[in-house]
């Protein structure tokens, strides 16, 4: 198991540790949860994107390798 440092300021320290202590949480599970849930919420993102980029490829015209050579003239 790995162990990662995270600085922060005395406020962003006191602000955190309030929370997790005012709703009962374990630091480390609820920043390892954050974390986490960030990265799903990007890799969605991604996920949409690339879907939305695959409709919009379907919509494009294709050419077919003799389109093409004799589009240039081969």
């Known amino acids: 198991m790995s162990t990662i440092s995270l600085r922060l300021s005395d406020a962003e320290n006191q602000l955190l540790q309030s929370y997790v202590s005012a709703n009962r949480l374990n630091l480390s599970s609820f920043i ?42 081969v």
């Open 32 to 73: 390892r949860d954050v974390v986490f849930e960030k990265i799903e919420d990007d890799m969605g993102l991604d996920e949409s994107r690339i879907l939305r980029a695959r409709e919009l490829l379907k919509k494009e015209k294709t050419y077919d390798h003799e389109e093409v050579w004799k589009e240039l003239g």
